[in-house]
């Protein structure tokens, strides 16, 4: 069964960092495009911040450019999303997404489409004083 399970989230100040995990079960991140998606309270899911497993290549929302970044460990299966300097307006939930293999979409199409044949759970970030 091919699964996504994001980790991580929780309550954050402003200013502060957390990373989130996504974990991939039956399938590898291998020659993929994989995302993150945050949907905030009342407001549509949109792409944080994508990457193509295949060259690296990157792409960020403006509103996280020069704070995020996708680190990923391959030995472990897993993509993570480091997120430095939050904001209040980066709370919501978080969602790590992925497509099939071989299908070279951009991380820029990846995101701002929100193209993705595989979805996590979700995990929940709160950036609060």
């Known amino acids: 069964q091919l699964q996504l399970v994001e980790s991580g989230g929780g309550l954050v100040q402003p200013g502060g960092s957390l990373r989130l995990s996504c974990a991939a079960s039956?399938?590898?991140?291998?020659?993929?495009?994989i995302g993150w998606f945050l949907q905030a309270p009342g407001k549509e899911r949109e792409g944080v911040g994508c990457?193509?497993?295949?060259?690296?290549?990157?792409y960020y929302a403006d509103s996280v450019k020069g704070r995020f970044t996708i680190p990923s460990d391959n030995a472990k299966n897993t993509v993570y999303l480091q997120m430095n300097r939050l904001k209040p307006e980066d709370t919501g939930v978080y969602y790590c997404?992925?497509?099939?293999?071989?299908?070279?979409?951009?991380?820029?199409?990846?995101?701002?489409?929100?193209?993705?044949?595989?979805w996590g759970e979700g995990t929940q970030v709160t950036v609060s004083s």
């Open positions: 990457i193509l497993s295949s060259d690296d290549s990157t």
């Open positions: 039956g399938f590898t991140f291998d020659y993929r495009s």
């Open positions: 997404a992925a497509r099939r293999q071989w299908t070279f979409t951009t991380s820029q199409v990846m995101c701002t489409l929100k193209l993705a044949d595989y």
